[in-house]
């Protein structure tokens, strides 16, 4: 882990939610951990790295992500379709191709993608669990992150009741009882969980959905399960009117409500797309801790409506970013999330609805906060060496005024001169050293061409 000297930099931040999260000077790392800001003299062992012409950032961390649907972009049939129908013609129509081959290649293809946005830490959600499978999902995903050098923390999903689909040709979707649901989240916990707070690899209870995929009363038990193991909790909701229909039919009360009742808010908990909360829904995961992952493309996309993420934000909440699954998007990277989330917001609500510090810090410090990583998300003393330089390089970032704010308002793709996790480099000039590009462009085409015919 080398210990080494960032100079020059004249547009840093912090990634604080502060009235003044900027600072310049130089920034030292010695085993990983940052231990001085200031205007600093290089010492004899020390490797010095120029940030001259960057943005300097905390790495950016994602919140909801669905890697193995990286190989099952721009499926034509989904491509007008809404969440509902997109579910059918996506994930489940694919599910039963999904191998250990396709799941290392879509995982590769996801991590790849976020790593040259900047992307140093990666929540995912995996709900895919068969008999059929001859691989464990975790030892897959897990290894993939450990080779691209990200951290990484494993939602381990899944679903006891299946929604009933309204044709024939869709495979019904793959079920587990709860027992079978909560002794794989042990399992994958034992393996995997590390509960320090600059984790590596971290393991949470992620049921893909509580209103549709379980029974009543197993959200509860799932709780407890999780809370027993030291767990976090993670899910969808909230993400259409469907879900709020069906949890008035069925509990008479709006979604947030009716997950308080089955102990799924507190300050361990985060939830994905939160698109139709009312303000006394807000209220209450403010008053929680409970955190919102903010999934603006996907829910453009679909056509589901825009969360109320600044209106959680504005009463303390927490706010975090995500791209969910880019079957969803095609778009996974953290460019994108972040110039949707400052754009589309004052599309709706006005100029001062979104900042670039308030999307950077969601960006950063939200998701450190969802995710209970403690020691990373900002650049300050103390905290992990979890560090990007953007490059400021592109045309639109010419003739900027503020060129510290161009990565977060001007959209197109970064540039990431250099990246780090815990001090150890992952992108470097603009490429994954270790990583054959065209082999990966390759073995994609590969995967997909095959997927039909395995479905």
Not at 100 to 124: K, N, R
Not at 300 to 305: E, I, P
Not at 334 to 361: D, K
């Amino acid at each position: 882990m080398p210990n080494f000297l960032i100079t020059n930099i004249q547009h840093g931040f912090t990634g604080h939610a502060s009235p003044e999260p900027r600072f310049s000077g130089s920034l030292r790392v010695e085993n990983g951990i940052i231990t001085e800001l200031g205007s600093l003299q290089k010492r004899k062992e020390e490797t010095e790295i120029d940030a001259t012409g960057c943005d300097e950032t905390p790495g950016m961390i994602i919140t909801n992500r669905h890697l193995f649907q990286s190989d099952k972009q721009a499926v034509p049939a989904a491509m007008q379709a809404g969440l509902d129908e997109w579910l059918m013609e996506v994930p489940y129509r694919f599910w039963p191709a999904l191998d250990a081959e396709a799941l290392e290649v879509s995982a590769t293809i996801g991590l790849a993608e976020l790593a040259l946005s900047g992307t140093t830490t990666v929540a995912d959600m995996h709900y895919i669990y068969s008999k059929a499978q001859d691989y464990d999902p975790a030892d897959v995903l897990f290894d993939t992150a450990g080779r691209m050098g990200q951290r990484f923390v494993m939602g381990r999903g899944g679903l006891t009741v299946a929604r009933p689909w309204h044709r024939d040709d869709i495979p019904p979707a793959p079920v587990e009882t709860l027992d079978q649901m909560l002794l794989g989240l042990q399992e994958t916990a034992a393996r995997w969980h590390d509960p320090s707070p600059m984790a590596m690899r971290r393991v949470v209870a992620a049921p893909v959905t509580t209103v549709f995929n379980l029974r009543p009363g197993e959200p509860a038990e799932i709780a407890r399960a999780a809370r027993s193991m030291g767990l976090r909790l993670h899910t969808h909701l909230s993400e259409n009117d469907t879900y709020v229909e069906a949890t008035l039919q069925r509990f008479n009360k709006r979604p947030v409500h009716w997950m308080a009742e089955e102990e799924w808010i507190g300050p361990d908990v985060w939830l994905a797309h939160l698109v139709k909360c009312d303000a006394a829904e807000l209220d209450l995961l403010a008053e929680t801790g409970t955190a919102m992952a903010h999934c603006p493309q996907a829910n453009a996309r679909l056509g589901s409506g825009i969360a109320p993420a600044p209106a959680l934000d504005r009463r303390g909440g927490i706010v975090s970013l995500a791209v969910d699954g880019t079957g969803a998007t095609e778009a996974g990277d953290m460019a994108q999330a972040i110039y949707s989330a400052f754009t589309i917001h004052r599309a709706i609500r006005g100029p001062e609805a979104t900042t670039a510090q308030s999307v950077l810090n969601w960006a950063t410090q939200g998701g450190a906060r969802a995710l209970g990583l403690e020691g990373v998300g900002t650049l300050q003393v103390g905290k992990a060496a979890d560090i990007v330089l953007f490059n400021l390089d592109q045309p639109r970032y010419f003739g900027q005024h503020d060129p510290a704010i161009g990565p977060m308002i001007s959209g197109g793709s970064f540039s990431v001169r250099r990246s780090f996790v815990a001090g150890n480099p992952i992108v470097v000039d603009g490429k994954i050293p270790w990583l054959d590009m065209e082999l990966l462009r390759a073995d994609a085409a590969l995967v997909v061409a095959s997927m039909y015919d395995k479905a």
